[in-house]
């Protein structure tokens, strides 16, 4: 199982839970997976292409993903991630 | 009463009312605030800006929140400084120095904060709260003091020690956060999440926040006698500056300030140590790619800029450029400025002016321009940039001998007397 912290903007999708668990070998699957549990979540995180929108930042643990494999990242036992909006700061 | 028509997702377009939003609950796209521009043309005029205060204040139609006391210590309305010796080193012909050094807590960043912690106030919020590289540490204390409230800052650990000290002093909570700036960055947005009822003022109230820097083409523009500049330099960290200096030269034609339709080309410097807008300009992409950053310019430096990518998108429909400079270009860029103009500027200073020196040499920023840059932060906040590279001539004993040993070979003692006005 992977942790998911949800921002408040995604929270009406998890019942207002900011922290949700899901299973997945990377970072795409985990994704994919909280859209099956609570139905909204690709619609609003990923692009037409399939990737993560614009605006969206994803980390595993303290890693932006993209500095990383992206959605073909693995994660490994106790890893969390975090979907942050990109909107900040600055 | 403000012109404020809502917000507006600059993603998808979808709308929303103006509240303490700052992305779109859809898209997660940055909400912009929208006005009422036909009720500013009838309202605002020169007139009445020029009997306004000597602060952003005197724009306040064009400001996204209006209050008879707002949070104010003074930001705005910095010298506009015709600089000869500058441009004659460059090779420039009009080139000018906006000195937002003279801003209250020493950047303009407290353009911004002024507006924030006005709004957050009306708002109804009780606590104010940033993740900064410095500047808005210094300004977001500062003003919290001002209004009586209470503050919540977070910088990276690594700061300058002035700008620790000038954050630290109005005894509000600072936190250095063992990271960079874009993990103390990621953690305020987290927290935003958890603490609703806190202004985050580069998080939740950002949407407002980043309309104070419109004050920059406003000041600039009247400060030009109502004419906007053909070029201006402006630093980029999130980029959100630049976005909001296009903006404000857009909107003072829009409600009827200037005679001719601005064409303002806008050129945007970063360092090399940092440099993701000018690397996607340099490579004529629009994908933004987020960096490590390592630059003695700490108030630049973020590696993952949030609105990167409409700066960039607003340099290039300007006809503009980006450029980025070396650590030793920025040291460089600050004494020059201090040599030729007297001004003082911190590394950012050295970066808008190393740039300004790398276009002009280019032939890219020209001397047929009546060129701005934006000089953004004081150099007293950042001294350890120049620590061995300048200091006293000499140290001496306190006797003529000693100063005329230290003068050396060319020192005469003369009879002439001393100049006297005529």
């Not at chain 1, 921002?7 to 999708?13: D, E, F, S």
Request: with cysteine; proline share 5%.
């Amino acid at each position: 199982m992977v942790k998911v912290r949800v921002p408040a903007q995604l929270r009406t999708l998890t019942g207002g839970s900011g922290e949700v668990s899901v299973e997945g070998s990377t970072v795409g699957e985990a994704l994919k997976a909280l859209d099956a549990a609570h139905a909204g979540f690709a619609d609003r995180i990923f692009d037409e292409a399939g990737g993560l929108r614009r605006f969206v930042n994803v980390f595993l643990d303290d890693e932006d993903v993209r500095f990383l494999d992206g959605l073909a990242t693995p994660i490994a036992a106790g890893q969390t991630l975090s979907i942050v909006p990109a909107v900040a700061g600055g | 009463m403000d012109f404020v028509s809502g917000l507006r997702c600059r993603e998808c377009g979808r709308t929303y009312p103006a509240e303490a939003l700052h992305v779109c609950d859809y898209c997660f796209g940055p909400l912009e605030v929208t006005y009422d521009y036909q009720r500013v043309a009838a309202t605002m005029s020169r007139e009445r800006i020029e009997a306004g205060p000597r602060t952003i204040w005197r724009y306040a139609d064009l400001l996204p929140v209006s209050d008879a006391a707002p949070v104010d210590l003074g930001a705005g309305f910095t010298p506009l400084v015709r600089a000869d010796r500058l441009a004659a080193e460059l090779g420039l012909g009009e080139l000018w120095i906006k000195d937002d050094t003279a801003n209250p807590t020493g950047s303009f960043k407290d353009r911004v904060v002024s507006v924030a912690l006005t709004k957050a106030r009306q708002l109804g919020f009780k606590i104010a709260a940033c993740a900064s590289t410095g500047n808005l540490a210094n300004s977001v204390a500062a003003h919290a003091a001002r209004a009586g409230m209470e503050s919540v800052v977070l910088i990276p650990h690594d700061l300058e020690t002035a700008k620790v000290t000038m954050t630290s002093v109005y005894g509000g909570r600072v936190f250095a956060v063992e990271g960079s700036y874009d993990d103390v960055n990621r953690l305020c947005a987290e927290l935003a999440s958890e603490q609703p009822t806190w202004a985050f003022v580069n998080v939740n109230v950002r949407t407002y926040y980043a309309e104070g820097s419109k004050t920059l083409a406003f000041g600039v523009a009247e400060q030009l006698g109502w004419r906007t500049p053909d070029h201006v330099v402006v630093p980029i960290g999130s980029g959100s500056q630049l976005t909001k200096v296009a903006k404000g030269f857009a909107e003072l034609w829009q409600v009827g300030l200037l005679d001719e339709e601005p064409s303002v080309r806008i050129s945007g410097a970063q360092a090399e140590g940092c440099s993701p807008v000018a690397t996607a300009f340099a490579e004529g992409t629009d994908a933004i790619r987020p960096v490590k950053p390592a630059t003695i310019a700490k108030s630049l430096a973020i590696g993952n800029p949030a609105d990167g990518w409409y700066a960039l998108d607003a340099i290039r429909k300007s006809g503009g450029s980006c450029a980025s400079v070396t650590d030793a270009e920025v040291i460089e860029g600050i004494l020059l400025l201090a040599r030729t103009e007297g001004i003082f500027a911190e590394t950012a200073g050295g970066v808008t002016i190393a740039t300004l020196a790398k276009l002009a040499g280019e032939g890219v920023i020209r001397p047929d321009e009546r060129v701005v840059a934006m000089v953004t932060g004081h150099g007293l906040k950042t001294v350890e940039a120049l620590s061995g590279t300048v200091g006293p001539t000499a140290t001496i004993a306190p006797t003529l001998d000693a100063f005329a040993a230290a003068m050396g070979a060319e020192y005469e003692l003369t009879d002439e007397p001393a100049p006297r006005s005529a």
